[in-house]
């Protein structure tokens, strides 16, 4: 009597299976193959016998995948153990090193990611800040003076070289001088605001290094 031929099933049954096994959600190892291979010989007759041949081999293929498995699996137990015991024996620091030699081929080092870059990291930014200041109000100073408020008798410009011809004699000096004889904040204000402009086009020149204004 023919058998009825379930190959395309067996198929499609490891298939899956081996879907399942790429993507975590078995465990070949505890997977039981005989009922594929029982499902194999159940069916199989001299009539499908041409169907069943590549079931057999993917069939094959799976119990050569769970051999290896078990085979690396029984290694790792046993190079667990021989690192252990080896660990016991408390070996030189180059011995260890020995051990881990040809794991990896090629290595980069990265300066941004490395050990003392982090290490810097975590003691620079990783550790709580106590804000251990006290906010103030400014006093204000009284003064008749109100350069932002009044109409200026002069133009702009005007009153910049007349600053300009004021200050030319100090200079060279420091940034500081060029504001000491004034007092009133407005009017430090005011000449602050000259001396951008003056920078800017280039009547003034700064020195950073020596904070030193000129000519």
């Given at each position: 009597?023919?058998?009825?031929?379930?190959?395309?099933?067996?198929?499609?049954?490891?298939?899956?299976?081996?879907?399942?096994?790429?993507?975590?959600?078995?465990?070949?190892?505890?997977?039981?193959?005989?009922?594929?291979?029982?499902?194999?010989?159940?069916?199989?007759?001299?009539?499908?016998?041409?169907?069943?041949?590549?079931?057999?081999?993917?069939?094959?293929?799976?119990?050569?995948?769970?051999?290896?498995?078990?085979?690396?699996?029984?290694?790792?137990?046993?190079?667990?153990?021989?690192?252990?015991?080896?660990?016991?024996e408390n070996p030189e620091e180059n011995?260890?090193?020995?051990?881990?030699?040809?794991?990896?081929?090629?290595?980069?080092?990265?300066?941004?990611?490395?050990?003392?870059?982090?290490?810097?990291?975590?003691?620079?930014?990783?550790?709580?800040?106590?804000?251990?200041?006290?906010?103030?109000?400014?006093?204000?100073?009284?003064?008749?003076?109100?350069?932002?408020?009044?109409?200026?008798?002069?133009?702009?410009?005007?009153?910049?070289?007349?600053?300009?011809?004021?200050?030319?004699?100090?200079?060279?000096?420091?940034?500081?001088?060029?504001?000491?004889?004034?007092?009133?904040?407005?009017?430090?204000?005011?000449?602050?605001?000259?001396?951008?402009?003056?920078?800017?086009?280039?009547?003034?020149?700064?020195?950073?290094?020596?904070?030193?204004?000129?000519?």
């Amino acid at each position: 009597m023919e058998k009825i031929d379930f190959s395309e099933d067996i198929n499609k049954k490891i298939e899956i299976i081996n879907d399942d096994i790429l993507s975590g959600k078995i465990n070949l190892l505890e997977l039981e193959l005989n009922p594929i291979f029982s499902d194999i010989k159940d069916s199989l007759s001299i009539f499908n016998i041409e169907n069943y041949s590549q079931s057999y081999v993917n069939a094959c293929e799976l119990l050569n995948r769970k051999f290896e498995e078990l085979r690396n699996l029984l290694n790792s137990l046993d190079i667990e153990k021989k690192f252990m015991d080896f660990l016991k024996e408390n070996p030189e620091e180059n011995e260890i090193v020995e051990i881990f030699n040809g794991c990896w081929n090629n290595y980069f080092e990265l300066e941004a990611l490395s050990l003392n870059f982090l290490e810097y990291a975590e003691n620079r930014f990783c550790k709580e800040r106590i804000m251990d200041f006290t906010i103030e109000h400014l006093n204000k100073e009284s003064s008749d003076y109100q350069f932002l408020l009044e109409i200026p008798k002069l133009k702009f410009t005007e009153k910049v070289n007349a600053f300009f011809n004021k200050i030319r004699n100090k200079l060279p000096c420091y940034f500081e001088e060029v504001f000491e004889e004034n007092i009133d904040q407005l009017k430090i204000y005011e000449q602050f605001v000259y001396l951008l402009h003056l920078l800017q086009l280039g009547k003034v020149k700064y020195q950073k290094e020596t904070n030193t204004l000129y000519v």
